[in-house]
């Protein structure tokens, strides 16, 4: 079992930043894929950015240039640093690990974005 614990959401003015981390533990051979993941009222959750064991990322048009994923192998934490936010980042944000043929969720961390 994998537990995913997120911390650094809050309220913060529009154009401001953020960063999320998120910290892995438990019986944990090699974690394959990190990422971030959000769900916004009313909406479905979607992809924000992931990375891989080997540092190659994906992140979500709609984010490129304002938000970076980064992840720490040695310690099983992925970050995300949010600058420049907008109201339409206001969600809550999910943490999300695959390792092996499983995936993990954590319990997320709302991020409110005021204009």
């Known amino acids: 079992q994998v537990q995913l614990v997120e911390s650094g959401g809050g309220l913060v003015q529009a154009g401001g930043s953020l960063r999320l981390n998120c910290a892995a533990s438990?019986?944990?051979?090699?974690?394959?894929?990190m990422g971030w993941f959000r769900q916004a009222p009313g909406k479905q959750r979607e992809l924000v950015a992931i990375?891989?064991?080997?540092?190659?990322?994906n992140t979500a048009d709609s984010v490129k240039g304002r938000l970076t994923i980064s992840r720490d192998n040695a310690k099983n934490t992925v970050s995300l640093q949010m600058n420049s936010l907008n109201a339409e980042d206001t969600a809550v944000y999910y943490c999300?690990?695959?390792?092996?043929?499983?995936?993990?969720w954590g319990l997320g961390t709302q991020v409110t974005v005021s204009s």
């Open positions: 999300y690990a695959s390792v092996r043929s499983s995936t993990y």
């Open positions: 438990g019986t944990i051979f090699t974690i394959n894929t």
């Open positions: 990375i891989t064991s080997d540092y190659k990322t």
